[in-house]
């Protein structure tokens, strides 16, 4: 074993596996890193890993990721997605970590020219540059073709051990893939809900509005969505693991649910204190999307575990709820 030690960042997509398995097999000890927001969950890297034989450690960042979001210095991709301040800040963030955990340098799947934003040569030496930490990364899957950094100069790593992946072709990836016995997942990446349009639609919702934390994007996730004015938004679940999450989330919001029969729970989220009137029609929604209910039936609504507030109401016609759906 070398006696050098790498923070490997780790998507779940199959270069990030492959980039840290190759460190492993070149003798390095390697520590599998993913960094949890409310857009990328850790379900697909935890599976990844665990067929690659490789222990993961899971960080959550979403705040300082949030706070990234509302200004990122190098811009979005195609939708929501700040993917080179994204990388720069996980490299920054890995870099605390690599302190804490007595590593010595940081490796990454990145190939050079893969993809048209985060990969190209002048953003990966952005990333390097936001990161603060540019001369500890190495890409070991590409980085005979880039400058050499530390753990090269230092001679921790030789550079001939390291490959020259270049491009967007995946044949050398699965190739390398099937020497690992990693034959059956070949996925490049994904899972990153900054790149799904619907998904972005109601985040730019929060945006515009400016009630975009950590929660109201947990939120985003679950259920119909409901823009009511600029002070309030309304969610309705549409399957019961949504009913189960609003319940979870709903910290000191108002929920509703439908006196006399089962039927969706619906979540106020208020920049203040909602009115009657705004309850009333938060109430008229979530009864329209309440099959059994009457055309006029009575809802409960309150803070969680008290429900004990009703309003009685009609049910909101599909037409009039076009001005408020946002999904
Ligand atoms: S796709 Fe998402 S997780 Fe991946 S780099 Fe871009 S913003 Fe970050």
């Known amino acids: 074993?070398?006696?050098?030690?790498?923070?490997?960042?780790?998507?779940?997509?199959?270069?990030?596996?492959?980039?840290?398995?190759?460190?492993?097999?070149?003798?390095?000890?390697?520590?599998?890193?993913?960094?949890?927001?409310?857009?990328?969950t850790p379900k697909k890297a935890?599976?990844?890993?665990?067929?690659?034989?490789?222990?993961?450690?899971?960080?959550?960042?979403?705040?300082?990721?949030?706070?990234?979001?509302?200004?990122?210095?190098?811009?979005?991709?195609?939708?929501?997605?700040?993917?080179?301040?994204?990388?720069?800040?996980m490299f920054r963030k890995a870099a605390e970590f690599m302190a804490e955990s007595g590593a010595d340098f940081l490796i990454s799947g990145e190939v050079l020219g893969q993809r048209r934003m985060s990969q190209r040569m002048d953003t990966l030496n952005a990333v390097r540059k936001l990161s603060g930490v540019a001369e500890l990364i190495i890409r070991p899957l590409s980085q005979k073709l880039l400058p050499d950094t530390k753990p090269i100069v230092e001679g921790w790593i030789d550079?001939?051990?390291?490959?020259?992946?270049?491009?967007?072709?995946?044949?050398?990836?699965?190739?390398?893939?099937?020497?690992?016995?990693?034959?059956?997942?070949?996925?490049?990446?994904?899972?990153?809900?900054?790149?799904?349009?619907?998904?972005?639609?109601?985040?730019?919702?929060l945006f515009d509005y400016d009630q975009l934390d950590v929660r109201q994007a947990d939120l985003l996730k679950y259920g119909r969505q409901f823009r009511i004015n600029g002070n309030m938004k309304l969610l309705v679940g549409k399957t019961e693991q949504d009913n189960e999450m609003i319940e979870k989330l709903a910290a000191n919001y108002i929920l509703l649910t439908p006196e006399y029969v089962t039927g969706p729970l619906g979540l106020i989220l208020h920049k203040g204190k909602p009115s009657e009137d705004e309850i009333r029609l938060a109430a008229s929604i979530l009864l329209a999307y309440t099959n059994k209910a009457e055309t006029e039936d009575s809802v409960l609504y309150g803070k969680k575990n008290n429900l004990n507030l009703k309003a009685q109401v009609c049910k909101m016609s599909l037409e009039k709820m076009k001005n408020y759906h946002l999904n």
């Open 159 to 205: 550079k001939n051990n390291l490959l020259d992946f270049n491009g967007r072709g995946r044949k050398r990836q699965i190739q390398l893939a099937k020497e690992f016995k990693l034959s059956t997942f070949v996925s490049p990446g994904g899972g990153c809900l900054l790149t799904e349009s619907n998904y972005c639609k109601k985040l730019k919702d």
């Open 46 to 89: 935890k599976s990844a890993t665990c067929a690659a034989g490789l222990t993961l450690t899971v960080q959550n960042i979403s705040e300082d990721f949030l706070q990234m979001l509302k200004h990122p210095r190098y811009g979005f991709g195609k939708n929501f997605n700040p993917c080179v301040d994204c990388h720069g800040l």
């Open 1 to 40: 074993m070398n006696k050098y030690k790498a923070i490997a960042l780790v998507s779940g997509g199959l270069d990030s596996i492959l980039s840290a398995l190759w460190m492993q097999k070149l003798g390095y000890e390697v520590i599998p890193l993913f960094f949890e927001t409310p857009f990328f």
